[in-house]
């Protein structure tokens, strides 16, 4: 998959990701369709993890080549 169309996919599953969530938090869908969306939601947010992943690696392997830096783990507990 090329970078321009996981990049479209990657926006694409979001947005559908959000609907979905949006869905389960109106408590208006019957059991069965609330799991059905639930396991789609996970299916969606793995794939987006994927893109993700892929994407920090392609930057760390940038700043690498370009700086000869090697890039900190981000760690949300411990920003400013």
Known sequence: ???KTSV???EENLGELDTLVTQ???NQ???EEALKAFEKG???SQECQ???TQ???KVQIL???QHGEQLEPFDPEHTS
Do not use: C
């Open 1 to 3: 998959m090329s970078r």
């Open 8 to 10: 479209r996919y990657f």
């Open 24 to 26: 389960l938090e109106s």
């Open 29 to 31: 869908l019957s059991l």
């Open 42 to 44: 996970v299916k969606l």
């Open 50 to 52: 994927s893109v993700l």
């Open 55 to 57: 994407a920090e690696q």
């Open 63 to 65: 700043m690498e080549k």
